[in-house]
């Protein structure tokens, strides 16, 4: 079974704070990405890799940044919290072809 | 970006009434796939389909690709309660994934 591992279920910040979030995957995925969910508002794309070393922005990257170092982590850092940043943050990957695998998401609170 | 425009946003059933979810986008799509999320929990793949007019099930559920590849449906007969959550509609271009804004279904037991 493919498995997308977030780090942390629940996870609460002070403002100001730089947070980040890991995500790994154990299928050799080459595509990972991060969205986040708000009620009423769907699946965000904030931002998604195709590489190591490669990232594209997605609909809502202000405020956020990612590195991929390896083919299997994708990092999602908020430099400096802030409470509109309070969401489910959703890591996934895929292959081109295929259906994308979430992790089980991250409820992040920025107090 | 694409748009994928999913509609109803919300429906509620009794439980043993069918549902139905649709996407509709106004270009052609290169594959339609769908998604379940559970109430607290992450959207799960379902299906994805490719060809023009394919129809695929899985036991209560029934997927529809439109003719012109322009529009999907999401079919559950008789719904009961485990069915609850959100249905999401997806096309994956290669390397990036276009969601739909989802449908919510309530089953009423």
């Known amino acids: 079974d493919v498995k997308v591992t977030q780090s942390s279920r629940y996870l609460v910040k002070r403002t100001g704070e730089k947070v980040f979030l890991e995500c790994v995957q154990d299928?050799?995925?080459?595509?990972m990405f991060w969205y986040r969910q708000d009620p009423g508002l769907g699946l965000r794309l904030i931002y998604f890799?195709?590489?190591?070393?490669?990232?594209e922005k997605g609909d809502i990257p202000e405020g956020y940044s990612v590195s991929r170092e390896k083919k299997e982590r994708f990092s999602l850092i908020l430099e400096s919290a802030s409470t509109n940043q309070t969401s489910m943050y959703l890591c996934?990957?895929?292959?081109?072809?295929?259906?994308?695998?979430f992790g089980q998401g991250t409820r992040l609170t920025v107090v | 970006g694409q748009q994928v425009m999913q509609i109803p946003q919300y429906q509620h059933v009794q439980e043993g009434e069918d549902f139905t979810t649709y996407c509709n986008s106004s270009?052609?799509?290169?594959?339609i796939q769908w998604y379940k999320q559970r109430p607290g929990g992450h959207p799960v793949f379902l299906i994805q389909?490719?060809?023009?007019?394919e129809v695929k099930k899985q036991k209560r559920l029934t997927f529809q690709f439109g003719e012109a590849k322009k529009n999907s449906s999401l079919h559950i007969t008789a719904t009961q309660t485990t069915d609850v959550g959100t249905y999401f509609c997806?096309?994956?271009?290669?390397?990036?994934?276009?969601f739909g804004t989802g449908t919510s279904l309530t089953v009423i037991p």
């Open positions: 997806a096309e994956n271009t290669g390397n990036q994934f276009y």
């Open positions: 299928m050799d995925h080459e595509n």
């Open positions: 890799s195709y590489d190591v070393k490669m990232k």
């Open positions: 996934a990957s895929s292959t081109s072809t295929e259906g994308a695998f």
């Open positions: 270009t052609t799509l290169s594959n």
């Open positions: 389909l490719v060809k023009s007019g």
